[in-house]
């Protein structure tokens, strides 16, 4: 039985270990943040678009069912609210909702939303977009995040670098989604 | 020029230490005669036919017998519980994602769980080998064997039963390495 307490041991130290390090990582200067760009071959015009239709958003936004717009068929102006609504897979396909207030919106080069949810995370989004000329657009996205939940909190070493790479994911569908759409109506 | 390794293995497995001696021992003649008559190749795949087409017969036997019991429950207990668990925390992980993210799981989750699994496969044969010692268990090799096939069914049940998806390479890798794992340390600890 001596062995069996050694193994209990090893493996209550190694949870213990990986929670130190967890909370040690939790405290890093970038924590909570993921940002990603991409150069498309657009106009800012044609880039804005997909960022404000909620018809457009469910496209390149993966796991999105629903957009809302509480304030009108487009949300537009600061204070205005935009809901999204997620299927969640991994919380057994439960719709969460997401909701996002403009505080900043100047089509077509700037927008930024306070997003939350209640009992999940609170945080920010800002969306920039740059002209670079000749039909091109430099576009830009930064998530700043904090989870609420205590074990979220903990786990967020885990969960900013998967945040990062849906993210990452997410804009290059919207380059391939934006060229698509701006080459064919050329 | 000895029948293929894996069929034998697997009758080990699944028969009982009893009856794996009788039956090896049967097929063992046979395989020299249908080797004499039609060639080395022919005699393996001979075996290994003759072995898949009574293991389920042979199973059965001895799940009725009641020895395979335990067997496939600490099975369960030590590797596909582990893995459910691993399953379950990587889910909340991407439940959290502000924007909700799928279900495949980032490659470094994937070593993780490897890593895991075989870890607790590992001790899996470290406690077979513990607990049926040679000297008093004479068909502790059985044994050893079935638990290192029930692990290894019992991770594919496990992934089944998962919400993760699972690339066919981590399936098949965790369906090699872990009963692989529990074999080594067995014959580790029984070498000492």
């Given at each position: ?186 | ?51 898949a087409r009574s293991a389920g017969a042979l199973l059965q036997l001895r799940v009725r017998s009641g020895e395979l019991t335990h067997v496939v429950l600490i099975a369960s207990l030590g590797v596909a519980v ?111």
């Open positions: 039985m001596k062995w069996i307490l050694w193994i209990g041991g090893g493996l209550i130290g190694v949870i213990a270990l990986a929670c130190v390090v967890l909370l040690v990582l939790g405290h890093r200067a970038n924590a909570g943040h993921a940002s990603a760009s991409a150069d498309i071959n657009a106009s800012p015009a044609q880039v804005w678009q997909w960022l404000d239709d909620p018809g457009k958003l469910k496209q390149w936004i993966s796991w999105v069912v629903e957009v809302r717009t509480p304030n009108g068929p487009v949300a537009a102006g600061v204070g205005a609210k935009r809901v999204l609504v997620m299927k969640d897979e991994n919380n057994g396909g439960m719709l969460m909702e997401v909701e996002g207030v403009y505080t900043a919106y100047q089509p077509p080069t700037e927008m930024d939303l306070a997003m939350s949810t209640p009992g999940a995370f609170e945080g920010t989004e800002t969306y920039r977009l740059t002209d670079l000329r000749n039909g091109r657009t430099h576009f830009e996205v930064a998530g700043q995040f904090r989870y609420t939940m205590w074990m979220a909190q903990l786990f967020e070493p885990l969960i900013t670098p998967a945040a990062q790479k849906k993210m990452d994911g997410d804009v290059s569908r919207l380059k391939s989604l934006v060229e698509g759409g701006a080459s064919a109506a050329r | 020029m000895k029948p293929p390794l894996l069929a034998q293995a697997l009758l080990m497995a699944v028969a009982g230490p009893c009856e794996a001696e009788y039956v090896a021992g049967d097929l063992e003649e046979e395989f020299a005669i249908v080797r004499e008559a039609r060639g080395r190749a022919a005699a393996r795949r001979w075996y290994a036919w003759q072995v582990p893995l459910l668990l691993l399953d379950w925390l990587w889910q909340f992980v991407y439940s959290q994602i502000p924007l909700k993210d799928g279900l495949h799981r980032a490659p470094e989750f994937l070593v993780f769980n490897a890593l895991c699994v075989c870890a607790c496969a590992a001790v899996l044969g470290a406690w077979a080998a513990w607990k049926w010692p040679a000297s008093k268990w004479p068909g502790s090799k059985s044994r050893a064997l079935a638990l290192a096939f029930a692990a290894a069914i019992a991770v594919l049940v496990a992934l089944w039963a998962g919400a993760a998806s699972a690339p066919a390479a981590y399936v098949v890798t965790l369906a090699l390495a872990v009963p692989a794992s529990a074999l080594l340390t067995f014959a580790l600890r029984k070498s000492r």
